[in-house]
């Protein structure tokens, strides 16, 4: 089921972003095969493992390399995050494997490129924001930047750019018949998504103070407010009819609408809304806005946010061996997704997988035997 049935990935297991990507192809329907190096006993907070099957193999010898050739050989997809040159020491550089199979579309994923002066440099989510601007302008003014997790730049610039790169690679192929290498970099990917910011600054609309611009915490209409019951409300009326109609909900009578973007009137406007906003608890204003188009939402925590009434209406999120985890997304009209199944040990298919390329009993014994397949504890 889902739209990407019928299509073959060969994910080379790594962390972070590349397993969230084969996680999402696996999740649309496409048959993903996780090459491990090492087995891993079944772990169902391992949810980027979910959908997936995979096949733990010693990559360093002459038959673990050829099996993965094979795996290869039929494959649609490859995608792997190493380090620049990891692949290519291991034999499996886009140059041997695009011999094997000329119609492969081979995604890579690193931080900073596959080339360029920190290609083999180390590096995570918050340097890659560092260098793109994008850092700077995140945090309270007069206060040190503060990284948003590690959600923009490994996932939204990595992530989302590999899986951009490698569907549009896919649709090439098409009219082409050929396969090709797609780089993404995570670094690439932020400064992609900047063309907004990038607009204000050269409209002098964007200043490099933190927390004094639209979108940074800076306007009193787009940020959170403490309730009386030590929780928050995140608010955001940007468009002036429903900053109007927030104003109302408030009882700010007093407030005129037509001050909404006078920079000067801001500090003023905050300290309102935040003595407004702490003399009533957050269940009592999140009623209070109930079915408005005030955008004023509560703050939830990672627990309770499934339980909020709009993910349940849409079955957002689901649970698989007691392991709450967001459904499939997005959602299709008629290539509909199944329910995830649950992440397994990474030698839990090798031998599935291997008779599947045509390998004996005996032969699959003898791979195991010789250590070329390798086996969790608790398989032996």
């Keep these: 089921m889902g739209p990407l049935n019928g299509i073959s990935v060969i994910e080379f297991a790594g962390l972070g972003p590349c397993p969230l990507a084969g996680q999402l192809l696996a999740d649309l329907g496409a048959n993903v095969i996780s090459i491990e190096r090492h087995a891993i006993d079944d772990n169902p907070a391992d949810i980027n493992r979910r959908n997936k099957r995979s096949i733990a ?59 360029g ?36 730049a490994d996932y939204g610039g990595g992530t989302l750019f590999l899986l951009f790169g490698v569907l549009a690679a896919l649709l090439e192929r098409q009219s082409s018949g050929k396969g090709q290498v797609v780089d993404a970099a995570m670094i690439d990917g932020v400064s992609a998504m900047l063309p907004l910011i990038q607009q204000w600054r050269a ?9 004094s611009n639209l979108l940074d915490g800076g306007a009193p209409f787009y940020c959170c407010y403490a309730t009386a019951d030590d929780k928050s409300v995140a608010v955001g009326p940007l468009e002036p009819k429903f900053y109007a109609q927030f104003l109302r909900k408030l009882e700010l009578d007093t407030v005129s609408a037509n001050s909404q973007y006078i920079k000067s009137e801001w500090p003023t406007l905050r300290n309102l809304f935040a003595n407004r906003f702490q003399q009533k608890s957050q269940a009592y204003w999140i009623e209070h806005f109930d079915h408005s188009d005030c955008c004023v ?6 627990d309770d946010a499934p339980q909020h009434e709009h993910h349940t209406s849409r079955n957002s999120f689901v649970t698989i061996n007691n392991i709450t985890q967001c459904a499939p997304v997005p959602r299709f009209s008629r290539t509909i997704t199944d329910k995830p ?40």
């Design 57 to 115: 193999i010693n990559l360093k010898s002459e038959a673990g390399l050829s099996i993965a050739k094979q795996l290869l050989q039929s494959a649609d997809v490859l995608i792997e995050g190493f380090r620049p040159g990891v692949m290519e020491k291991l034999g499996l550089g886009p140059e041997p494997v695009q011999t094997i199979n000329p119609t492969l579309v081979y995604g890579r994923i690193t931080g900073w490129g596959q080339t």
């Design 117 to 152: 002066n920190l290609a083999q440099t180390a590096g995570h989510d918050i340097n890659y924001l560092s260098l793109t601007g994008a850092l700077h302008a995140m945090g309270e003014k007069d206060r040190l930047p503060m990284p948003p997790l590690n959600l923009v």
């Design 297 to 302: 939402t509560p703050v939830l925590s990672f």
């Design 203 to 211: 409209q002098g609309d964007w200043s490099t103070q933190r927390q």
């Design 341 to 380: 199944k649950a992440p397994v040990g990474t030698d839990t298919h090798s031998k599935e997988i291997l008779e599947e390329l045509g390998f004996t009993h005996n032969q699959i014994a003898q791979l195991f035997s010789e250590g070329v397949l390798i086996q969790s504890a608790i398989s032996e």
